[in-house]
Structure formats: C-alpha cells, structure tokens
C-alpha cells in the first residue's frame, strides 16, 4: 500500500519483537509498527504460514498477510532451538508481543514470568485464546471461536437461525487494540509488567450489556438480527438501509415516511410501537423501498436522524469522505492512509518485509515514566457520552487517572435514562438504567452549563490543569460551546485532546449523526457480516460493536501520547474509520482484483469447516474450527463418518452441506457441554456457544474480572496486568455528585479522591 501518513514522530523509538501465528498479535505490532516504531517480526524457518494464506496476490502474497506486516523487520526464528537470535533481540527490546500458548511457551522457553526475569524492564504483551496461564490456550483459537466462547456470537444473527461471527477478524481487532493499550500502561509501571489479553474476555467484555441486563431482570439476551429488533436493516431501491431512532426520535420518523399507518397515537409509545409493529413496519418497508439507499441517507440525516445506508468495499474506496479526508488514497497507489489524523503523530503504510528481510535498526532505548497505579497523577476532562466516548474515560479510570465526567443539569449524557433495546421493551418512567453505572463507574461527575459564562469559566479552570480531554459529539458542537481544541489549546497548550467523532471532524458527512449500528453499515462490516444468502447484518443495537472498539484503541491513543510526550494534540480519530480499518485485507483485494468481499456466515479461509452445529437442547450451538487434514480426519472419526476422513481440504470445502449434515447429526442429540469434552478430547478445535447466564456462572469470567458482581452489575477489566491488580471503581456518580469537591478550590489526586471515587481492592 502506499505510504499515505506523514513520517513518524521522531524521537522516543521503541524496539519491538513479535512472535504471533494469529491475527492479533500481527495487528497488535502493525500499530507500533504504523506509529513509527521498530518491530521485528520472528517468523519460523520457511517463514510465516500466514504469507500464503488465500487470497493471495498475483505474487502469492496474501493480502490479509500485507495489510497486518506492513511496516516490520522479519528474522527467521526456529523457537525449538530456543530462538537463536531471539535472546540478543530480547535484550535490547522494549516491549514484546506474543501468542504462544503456557505450553508452547514453557517449551521455548519463553514463559512470561522467565522472560521478566532474564529481560528486568522488558513488557511482555500476551495474547491467547483463554489468558497466558490457561491450558486451553496452548489450543487454536480464533475471532470465531473465542466469538463463540465469550458469548458475542449468540448475539449475532438472526433469532431463528445459527449464532454468527461478526465479518473478517473483529475479535483479534478488538484485542489488538486492547493489547497496544495493555503495552501502554505496562510501559508506565516501575519496570514493565505482563499485559495478559484473553481472545475470548474481549469477546465477553464487548457484549457487556447482555451481561448488566440479565443480571438486572433476569432476561437472557440473545440475538434480533436484522429483522426482529427495534432498529431494522430494510431493502432500498439500490441497497440497505438501516432504520435506526431513539424514542424521542419517532415523530421525525412518522414525518419522514409520511405514511398514515405511523400516524396512530399509540406508537408515540414503546409499548404501542412493539405490539403494533406489524401495521407499522410494512409502511416504513415501503417506504424505504421506492427510494435509493443515498437518498433515504440524506432525507434522514437532515431530519436529525441516525439511518444509516450499507456500504461495501468497492463503494467505500469511492466514498467522498474517505477521500476527502485521505483515509483512501485517490492517487495511482491507491490504499488505506492513517488510522487517526493529527498533526502530531504520523502513520507509515509501506510494505510487508520478505522473510528475514532486515534486522532492526539501532535505536536508543526509550525513557519511562514510573507510576503505581499507571495513570497516577493523570487528569482526564471526560466530556464522552453514551459508550464510545464514556467508555474511554471508564477504561482510564480503572488504572488510576482521576477521570472528571463534565454533564449539563438541563442535557445530562442520555445514558442516564436510555431505553431498553429490546424489541419487547416496555420502559416507562425515569429510573437510571443500569447501563450508565459500566461506563461511568470510578468516575468524579460535575455540571456545568456551557452556555453561560460562568460555566464556561469553570471550564477554563479545568482545563488549565487537565492532561487530557474526550469528547464525542456531534461536529460543530465543541465549537458552539466554546470547548473546541483550537479555543482551548489556547489554555493549555499541552493538553491532549481527543475527538471520537462519527466520521472525524472533517469532511462531506463530518456532521452526521450515528450510533453504533449505523457505523456496521456505513463502515462496511455490515457488507461482510452475514449469512451465505447476501443479506447484511449488524452487530444490533445490543452489542453496537463499533463503539466498544474505538473506546479501546481512544484509551491505548491518549496514554500513548502521554508516554511519547506528544502533548498540545489534537486526535481525530474517526469511529467509522476504524472499523473499516479492521477490512484492510478485504480493501486491498478489492483494489488488486475488483472482487468485493461479501457475506460468508461463519466460513473463513484456510479452515473447514468452520461454523457453528446445533445441540440437544433450545437454541445451543458447538462452534468447530479444522485448519488440517489431522483435524478433519479426527472430526471424521469422532463424528462416525470414518470415510470422509481421507478427502483433502477442497473436498470437505466443496461438499460442505454434506459434511454439516454429518456433524449435525452427531451433535444434534449431544449436550453441548458433552459435544465440547468430546470434540476436546479428539484434537478438534470448538468451542461453546454461551448465552449470557452460562457466562455468568463460568468461573473463568469471574475469575479474570471481565465482570464485577455485586448490584448493580458492571463490566470489569478487559486485561490483566499481571503485576498491578486494580481495585474495583467506585459508583457511577450522581449528576453533579462532585460540583463541591471539584470545582472550589484545588482539585484533589485521585489518591485524595473521596472514598466513592477509590473503590475497595
């Protein structure tokens, strides 16, 4: 791809080492990598088997392989010799990235705990299926099944048809971006720590919501897919649209379609619109039918409301915002540019290394800052609303900064009193909703009315001495409160500032309004999520996945600004723009070849099969994951069907319903439990698929902190760092709860916060 950034903020390079099979620990070092810094990438003799991965380009390369290497040194490493050069890269690296299983470790001797004490300062970065000290992640894993095994899958899909994994790698995304904020921290402890990422914990910590419900009502989520929930994924003239609203939304819905059967006075009401939803519904299907998808776009977007239309990858390196804002570059070397834009930070996007390519260049060790807890002495202005930018602010709380939550008395953050997004929701009255308290626990809470002067005096005040500064909202309206980066640089010209916009602050659609399920569609991972039949799906608006992932990769993006000394910044990092980013590989073929990537339900390349089987029981699935012929022929035999044993790979592929019969026919009166032990015990890689309340009594969760018990129920710690345990956080505050401590006189660290604020270990 072409190199689309500006060259990388000098100074302060940090060595890097990668020895990754999986997906991502390869994203996890294309940041580092993306950001400037040098990242030498262990491939085995032969080189990485990922490089010829199909699809592959006219040279054989695989394009999933050039969108996660680029930018990397490679050596050729034989890890059962014990590495060979490996302990001379080790002692003079930063930070390392590994996926290598408690076993496989062990055996190379790459253990975490050696490693800390053979390399004193060096920060181990851990990914594996199921946590660094868990056997089972000596097994293969990948998004699928750790989708699977966290519980994410079964909120995907359609009611009445099989759990889905959400299009490409989302999962390895997801815990790529949470590994870099891992690093981040471990690289702000007293001589480093192990940042411990669990595939299958940020599979569960991204479906949180199903978690706080069940525990709240006792209801097990599961999934509304694209024609069942409150938001609907409808036809167009052209395409798909997404059908997306808030209650308060629904008479600027009714004037949109202007159909009489949504002028009935019972749909003003939750109640009324779920149990007349099928007089109402077929005329917004209508509707929607006789327009282009852009059109219904742009008619909704100037009514205030957040539709979205699908996107796919040929229409999204022709989308006019992309190009304007040189995320896809329109020249002759057409690729993906930055993943945020600031004038402070550059993005490399060159080429993968051949194998053994280059050594690393000689770099002077980076300094560090010392703190326990990480982000001790850190004061973040949290202006975030909803998840994407609440979530940033939680995820900075729960390591130590004293995070400040800025509301208005009269526009408090609408989480407060969001409604229920169950499609049989009945919600009335104005209890807060047990959501609130996971984004917003740990947190000091004041008002202000930006309005008026006085408030925005206050707010001078504040940012006088902050670090840092989150804000989502809507463009335009930093800028009509006077707390726009320009004015407020002028304050504090070392404040980090971050904007976590729909579409980034410039551009055609900068000022576009969005939730999580109108960025699945616009970004284009609604284009790729699916079943075989082409229909796209979204992640719902249970899960809004996009905006669980730019709350990891906001958190990882200020503290590694903090780190690097790169203050008096502005970072638009655009929540559409980084889910496409996670579809580089997809863009890059479509680029190379016009073939645009379209649904595939649970199949991926280089493995069959790959997809989820029925269980005895109401809606239970076995997810089963073979990337070799050993794996095939021992699913043969445990399956019964000895004969298919010996068919190569293209045959189980080719005749796939034949072999699904086959499974289902073994599994369909198996428990899933027996299903998993069994499968386990032939060598098959699966995993179950869990529903909210089995997650719940599984050990492993609790264990881990992906979930926090007590009343109300709240989302954990997506990691672990293994040398600082952090204490639970203190409740969600109150509106205003901190007006007298914050705002008279001297703010207090958050070692002298209130005992609210501290939480118990």
């Given at each position: 791809?072409?190199?689309?950034?500006?060259?990388?903020?000098?100074?302060?390079?940090?060595?890097?080492?990668?020895i990754?099979e999986?997906?991502?620990a390869q994203?996890?070092g294309?940041?580092?990598?993306?950001f400037?810094?040098a990242?030498?990438?262990?491939e085995?003799?032969g080189?990485?088997?990922?490089?010829?991965?199909?699809?592959?380009d006219?040279?054989?390369?695989s394009?999933?392989?050039?969108?996660?290497?680029a930018d990397?040194?490679?050596?050729?490493?034989?890890?059962?010799?014990?590495?060979?050069p490996?302990?001379?890269?080790?002692?003079?690296?930063?930070?390392l990235?590994?996926?290598?299983g408690?076993a496989a470790?062990?055996?190379?001797?790459?253990?975490?705990?050696?490693?800390?004490?053979?390399?004193?300062?060096?920060?181990?970065?851990?990914?594996?299926?199921?946590?660094?000290?868990?056997?089972?992640s000596?097994?293969?894993?990948d998004?699928?099944?750790?989708?699977?095994?966290?519980?994410?899958?079964?909120?995907v899909?359609?009611?009445?048809?099989?759990?889905?994994?959400?299009?490409g790698?989302?999962?390895?995304?997801?815990?790529?971006?949470?590994?870099?904020?891992g690093?981040?921290l471990?690289?702000?402890?007293?001589?480093?720590?192990?940042?411990?990422?669990?595939?299958?914990?940020?599979?569960?910590?991204?479906?949180?919501?199903?978690?706080?419900?069940?525990?709240?009502n006792?209801?097990?989520?599961?999934?509304?897919?694209?024609?069942?929930?409150?938001?609907?994924i409808?036809?167009?003239?052209?395409?798909?649209?997404?059908?997306v609203?808030?209650?308060?939304?629904?008479?600027a819905?009714?004037?949109?379609?202007g159909?009489?059967?949504?002028?009935?006075?019972?749909?003003?009401?939750d109640?009324?619109?779920?149990?007349?939803?099928g007089?109402?519904?077929?005329?917004?299907?209508?509707?929607?039918?006789?327009?282009?998808?852009?059109?219904?776009?742009?008619?909704?977007?100037?009514a205030?409301?957040?539709?979205?239309?699908?996107?796919?990858?040929?229409?999204l390196v022709?989308?006019?915002?992309?190009?304007?804002r040189?995320f896809?570059s329109a020249?002759?070397?057409?690729?993906?540019g930055?993943?945020?834009?600031?004038?402070?930070?550059g993005?490399?996007?060159?080429?993968?290394?051949?194998?053994?390519?280059?050594?690393?260049?000689e770099?002077e060790?980076?300094?560090?800052?010392?703190?326990d807890?990480?982000?001790?002495?850190?004061?973040v202005?949290?202006?975030?609303?909803?998840?994407a930018?609440?979530?940033?602010?939680?995820?900075?709380?729960d390591?130590?900064?004293?995070?400040?939550?800025?509301?208005?008395?009269?526009?408090?953050?609408?989480?407060?009193?969001?409604?229920?997004?169950?499609?049989?929701a009945?919600?009335g009255?104005?209890?807060?909703?047990?959501?609130?308290e996971?984004?917003?626990?740990?947190?000091?809470?004041?008002?202000?009315?930006l309005?008026?002067?006085?408030?925005?005096?206050?707010?001078?005040?504040?940012?006088a001495?902050?670090?840092v500064?989150?804000?989502?909202?809507?463009?335009?309206?930093?800028?009509?409160?006077?707390?726009?980066?320009?004015?407020?640089?002028?304050?504090?010209?070392r404040?980090v500032?971050?904007?976590?916009?729909?579409?980034?602050?410039?551009?055609?659609?900068?000022?576009?309004r969005?939730?999580?399920?109108?960025?699945?569609?616009?970004?284009?991972?609604?284009?790729v999520?699916?079943?075989?039949?082409?229909?796209?799906?979204?992640?719902?608006?249970?899960?809004?996945?996009?905006?669980q992932?730019v709350?990891?990769?906001?958190?990882?993006?200020?503290v590694?600004?903090?780190?690097?000394?790169?203050?008096?910044?502005?970072?638009?990092?655009?929540?559409?723009?980084?889910v496409?980013?996670?579809?580089?590989?997809s863009?890059?073929?479509?680029l190379?070849?016009?073939?645009?990537?379209t649904p595939t339900?649970?199949?991926?390349?280089?493995?069959?099969?790959?997809?989820?089987?029925?269980?005895?029981?109401?809606?239970?699935?076995?997810?089963?994951a073979?990337?070799?012929?050993?794996?095939?022929?021992?699913?043969?035999?445990?399956?019964?069907?000895?004969?298919?044993?010996?068919?190569?790979?293209?045959?189980?592929?080719?005749e796939?319903?034949?072999?699904?019969?086959?499974?289902?026919?073994?599994?369909?009166?198996?428990?899933?439990?027996?299903?998993?032990?069994?499968?386990?015990?032939?060598?098959?890689?699966?995993?179950p698929?869990?529903?909210?309340?089995?997650?719940?009594?599984?050990?492993?969760?609790?264990?881990?902190?992906?979930?926090l018990p007590?009343?109300?129920?709240?989302?954990?710690?997506?990691?672990?760092l293994?040398e600082?345990?952090?204490?639970?956080?203190?409740?969600?505050?109150?509106?205003g709860q901190?007006?007298?401590?914050?705002?008279?006189?001297?703010?207090?660290?958050?070692?002298?916060a209130?005992?609210?604020?501290?939480?118990?270990?």
């Amino acid at each position: 791809m072409a190199d689309l950034g500006s060259s990388p903020l000098p100074g302060r390079s940090l060595r890097v080492v990668e020895i990754s099979e999986g997906i991502a620990a390869q994203v996890c070092g294309r940041l580092f990598a993306g950001f400037g810094h040098a990242v030498t990438k262990c491939e085995p003799p032969g080189g990485d088997p990922l490089r010829t991965l199909e699809p592959v380009d006219a040279s054989g390369l695989s394009y999933r392989f050039a969108a996660h290497n680029a930018d990397k040194h490679s050596v050729e490493v034989d890890l059962t010799g014990h590495g060979g050069p490996l302990r001379g890269l080790l002692a003079d690296a930063d930070v390392l990235i590994t996926d290598l299983g408690p076993a496989a470790a062990q055996a190379a001797g790459l253990s975490a705990t050696r490693l800390r004490e053979e390399f004193p300062g060096l920060v181990v970065v851990s990914i594996t299926p199921y946590g660094l000290d868990d056997p089972r992640s000596d097994r293969f894993g990948d998004s699928f099944l750790a989708e699977c095994a966290g519980g994410l899958a079964a909120m995907v899909g359609e009611p009445d048809r099989p759990p889905l994994a959400l299009g490409g790698e989302q999962t390895a995304h997801a815990a790529a971006f949470t590994a870099f904020f891992g690093a981040m921290l471990a690289l702000r402890r007293p001589g480093g720590d192990i940042a411990d990422i669990a595939l299958c914990d940020i599979a569960a910590y991204i479906d949180w919501k199903s978690d706080v419900t069940y525990a709240h009502n006792g209801t097990v989520p599961t999934r509304t897919g694209a024609s069942a929930g409150i938001w609907r994924i409808l036809r167009a003239a052209d395409g798909w649209i997404g059908v997306v609203y808030q209650p308060a939304q629904w008479d600027a819905v009714a004037s949109l379609v202007g159909d009489p059967a949504l002028a009935d006075p019972r749909l003003r009401e939750d109640r009324g619109r779920f149990e007349l939803a099928g007089q109402w519904w077929p005329a917004v299907e209508r509707w929607a039918a006789g327009l282009p998808m852009r059109e219904v776009y742009a008619q909704a977007q100037r009514a205030g409301l957040p539709f979205g239309y699908c996107v796919d990858v040929a229409e999204l390196v022709a989308t006019p915002q992309y190009l304007e804002r040189g995320f896809i570059s329109a020249n002759e070397r057409r690729g993906i540019g930055p993943i945020v834009r600031s004038a402070e930070l550059g993005w490399r996007s060159g080429p993968p290394p051949a194998p053994g390519q280059a050594a690393v260049p000689e770099t002077e060790p980076a300094a560090r800052e010392v703190a326990d807890p990480p982000l001790a002495g850190v004061t973040v202005l949290d202006l975030g609303t909803i998840t994407a930018g609440a979530a940033t602010g939680r995820l900075l709380a729960d390591y130590g900064a004293t995070v400040i939550k800025v509301e208005s008395m009269n526009r408090p953050d609408s989480f407060r009193l969001w409604p229920s997004t169950r499609p049989d929701a009945t919600d009335g009255g104005l209890e807060e909703s047990p959501l609130f308290e996971s984004n917003n626990a740990g947190k000091l809470g004041i008002t202000l009315d930006l309005k008026t002067a006085e408030g925005r005096a206050a707010m001078r005040e504040l940012v006088a001495t902050a670090d840092v500064l989150i804000e989502n909202f809507t463009v335009g309206v930093t800028e009509r409160l006077g707390v726009d980066y320009p004015t407020l640089r002028e304050i504090n010209p070392r404040l980090v500032y971050l904007s976590l916009s729909s579409q980034g602050q410039t551009g055609p659609e900068a000022r576009g309004r969005s939730y999580g399920s109108t960025l699945d569609l616009l970004s284009g991972l609604a284009s790729v999520t699916g079943y075989d039949d082409g229909h796209p799906i979204w992640s719902s608006a249970d899960l809004n996945y996009p905006d669980q992932i730019v709350s990891f990769f906001g958190a990882a993006l200020v503290v590694y600004c903090l780190n690097q000394e790169v203050r008096g910044t502005h970072l638009d990092l655009s929540q559409r723009e980084l889910v496409t980013w996670t579809l580089a590989d997809s863009i890059a073929r479509y680029l190379d070849t016009g073939e645009v990537a379209t649904p595939t339900g649970n199949h991926r390349p280089g493995s069959t099969p790959h997809d989820v089987y029925r269980c005895a029981g109401d809606d239970q699935w076995v997810g089963i994951a073979c990337r070799s012929d050993d794996e095939r022929a021992a699913l043969a035999r445990l399956i019964g069907a000895g004969e298919l044993a010996g068919r190569p790979a293209g045959w189980w592929l080719a005749e796939r319903e034949t072999v699904d019969a086959a499974i289902t026919r073994w599994s369909g009166d198996r428990a899933k439990a027996d299903c998993v032990r069994e499968l386990t015990e032939a060598g098959v890689p699966c995993a179950p698929v869990v529903s909210a309340d089995e997650r719940a009594r599984d050990p492993h969760f609790h264990r881990r902190r992906v979930f926090l018990p007590g009343v109300p129920r709240r989302k954990g710690f997506p990691l672990r760092l293994c040398e600082y345990e952090p204490p639970d956080p203190g409740p969600a505050p109150s509106l205003g709860q901190h007006n007298a401590v914050v705002l008279s006189g001297p703010r207090q660290s958050h070692e002298g916060a209130p005992a609210q604020m501290r939480g118990t270990r």
